[in-house]
């Protein structure tokens, strides 16, 4: 039986106070999460901090992340150093790093999440020797790596992270422009950050605009319709191991 495409949005976050065990308030809100997915995700997530906010330290034990920064500016901590972040950065971090965000601007500072578990062994967190088209732009820090992905084109996050996730990247159809993406061996996960436009699912059109999230299990599909003023969206792919198939 085919399974169904995953529709989310942001207009009804959660208030979450301490995150991280940091003082003050923050927003949030699961996009999609593994039930229903056949890949290995964690979730998808959507998070907020006012200016002046933090999302506290914390090492994760379990799962790898990448954080992509939607709106805002800010400053993640990795391992005690910290780095400048801006709409369209990308933080791939892998297990066992140690990571904090704070929100340095006079606005809120948004962000994507996505958590994937890391496969247990010795090799986890370390990068391989693949080369990718955006390497060359993106800032290396032990086992992370930071990259604007406008500027910088697809990152493979492979080259830092051990476990299903793959290609990130951020996508613009010019007007009336199309896409059609298929979860045949991978799953897709989509956030529109810019314009407007409709996704086909099945007979069904989806309205998208900035903070409507698509996420593709496998053997589904859609095909992506900008507008008159185009559409410009955060995708990530995500293996789907041969055994984890239906």
Not at 74 to 86: F, K, S, W
Not at 135 to 142: C, K
Not at 211 to 216: A, C, K, P, Q
Request: aromatic share 4%; glycine share 12%; charged share 20%.
């Amino acid at each position: 039986m085919r399974e169904a495409v995953v529709v989310a949005d942001v207009r009804e976050p959660a208030d979450v106070h301490g995150v991280h065990a940091a003082g003050g308030h923050s927003r949030w809100t699961c996009l999609a999460r593994r039930t229903g997915l056949h890949g290995r995700w964690e979730a998808v997530e959507w998070a907020w901090l006012p200016p002046g906010g933090v999302s506290g330290e914390h090492r994760h034990t379990r799962t790898e992340e990448l954080y992509f920064v939607l709106e805002g500016e800010g400053e993640i901590t990795l391992d005690g150093r910290p780095h400048a972040v801006r709409p369209g950065t990308a933080v791939l971090t892998a297990l066992g790093r140690r990571h904090g965000l704070r929100n340095t601007a006079q606005r809120p500072l948004s962000w994507l999440v996505i958590e994937v578990p890391a496969p247990p062994g010795p090799t986890t967190g370390q990068p391989d020797s693949r080369k990718d088209t955006a390497m060359h732009h993106a800032a290396r820090t032990g086992h992370a790596v930071i990259a604007d992905l406008r500027r910088a084109g697809p990152v493979d996050a492979a080259t830092v992270l051990s476990g299903p996730l793959r290609t990130v990247r951020v996508t613009r159809l010019l007007p009336n422009d199309m896409a059609e993406l298929a979860a045949e061996s991978v799953e897709h996960t989509v956030y529109v950050t810019d314009g407007a436009g409709t996704a086909e699912v099945g007979a069904t059109g989806v309205a998208l605009g900035p903070g409507v999230s698509l996420t593709l299990p496998l053997g589904t599909k859609t095909r992506l319709r900008a507008g008159a003023e185009g559409l410009e969206y955060f995708h990530a792919l995500l293996d789907v191991p041969r055994e984890d198939h239906p």
